[in-house]
């Protein structure tokens, strides 16, 4: 994804003027919204880096946000292979969907992992009083590192001695607390999937 895109190389002419665009969060990959632009949209967007969309109800441009808060900050832009339909990605603040969902697409799949690892990088900003997470990022990197060596033993037990819903649990647990390491590290868990994916050639 880039954050630049030729405007000139759309197929403007298509749809008079407008251009579909699909929202996608950037950090869950969930389907956010579905939106429409013309030029003045897409430029403004990419000159703010704030998602602005045409509106055809209101007839003019309108900037996702511009009421309730929620904006979307641009962290991508791409075509499809007719270059008549957009793929924006994104960070949202907040809900997108007007009834305060975080999908207009209710049940739209996403990254469970990477929405951990939002949330995760959520509470260590705001360290929210009474959240474990907050606990444990205040108990330092050693505790931590202590708590990823206990689950990673507990899961590796399950897997020996346990049923399938024991293991499992366990698992979640790790994956969990290994979210925190990292993060109390200044490393993600995108971070390590990249990894992955270098390795993958």
């Not at 939002?118 to 959240?131: E, I, M």
């Not at 907050?134 to 507990?154: P, Y």
């Amino acid at each position: 994804m880039t954050g630049t895109i030729d405007s000139e190389a759309l197929a403007w002419d298509k749809q008079n003027g407008l251009l579909p665009v699909i929202v996608q969060d950037a950090h869950t990959l969930r389907v956010l919204m579905l939106g429409y632009m013309n030029r003045d949209a897409l430029a403004a967007t990419l000159a703010s880096g704030k998602v602005t969309f045409y509106s055809r109800s209101k007839q003019r441009l309108w900037m996702k946000g511009e009421s309730s808060g929620h904006v979307l900050d641009l962290v991508g832009i791409a075509t499809d292979c007719d270059a008549d339909t957009l793929l924006v990605q994104v960070h949202p603040h907040g809900a997108t969907c007007h009834l305060q969902r975080a999908s207009c697409f209710e049940t739209a799949p996403g990254d469970d992992l990477m929405a951990l690892d939002a949330l995760v990088a959520q509470r260590a900003s705001t360290r929210p009083q009474g959240s474990y997470t907050t606990r444990l990022l205040e108990s330092g990197i050693r505790r931590i590192a202590q708590k990823v060596g206990e689950e990673g033993v507990e899961t590796a037990l399950a897997a020996v001695a346990q049923d399938d819903a024991a293991l499992l649990g366990e698992a979640a647990d790790l994956l969990y607390h290994l979210t925190v390491l990292l993060r109390a590290r200044g490393l993600s868990l995108q971070d390590a999937k990249q990894v992955l994916a270098d390795r993958r050639g």
